[in-house]
């Protein structure tokens, strides 16, 4: 999944079974292909975009042994329903944000748009260094989830 504003580290969510490999023959082991859904359009600067992107740098950096297909939003599931279907397993990835499951998971507000929050800096000093990514992975994991950031958007402010 991804995340959006400060704490905006934009991640993808995988099955953690499926980073750490399952037991298939050695032909399968040879190509495999992801569903990466996503919360935002591939049209959308930035998130859409960036998602695309990171799709392709996958298939490059493998040698197009690890393919993802990127969907667009209900293509697979609704737009903000990322979360529940890895955690199922119904799709392997999905690049979201975390501030779309905070009903779900009230923690999760600690990794999502904070305004007036911390400067992305210090938030990714907290994460790196002051047990941030320890806790998410902890929230993430209690779900069958392994995340990752993929990308990071600075503070998001607001209106009075």
């Known amino acids: 999944m991804f995340k ?3 704490s905006s580290a934009i991640a993808i969510t995988a099955i953690a079974a499926g980073l750490a490999g399952a037991v298939v023959s050695a032909e ?3 190509r495999i292909r992801w569903k990466l859904h996503t919360a935002w359009g591939s049209s959308l600067p930035h998130l859409g ?3 695309i992107r990171f799709s392709k740098n996958i298939e490059r950096m493998s040698g197009g042994e690890f393919t ?3 969907f667009e939003p209900g293509a697979l599931v609704p737009a903000n329903e990322g979360f529940d279907a890895t955690s199922k397993g119904s799709i392997e990835a999905a690049w979201s944000t975390a501030g779309y499951d905070v009903g779900k998971v009230p923690a999760l507000a600690f990794f999502t748009a904070v305004p007036f929050g911390p400067s992305i800096g210090e938030f990714l000093a907290w994460k790196m260094f002051g047990g941030g990514n ?3 992975q902890e929230i993430y ?3 069958n989830i392994h ?3 993929c990308l990071a ?3 998001e402010t607001s209106a009075c």
């Open 4 to 6: 959006k504003g400060i």
């Open 28 to 30: 399968a082991q040879e």
């Open 49 to 51: 975009t960036s998602a």
């Open 68 to 70: 993802m297909k990127t």
């Open 134 to 136: 320890e806790i998410q």
């Open 141 to 143: 994991a209690s779900h």
């Open 147 to 149: 995340q990752m950031d």
């Open 153 to 155: 958007i600075g503070p």
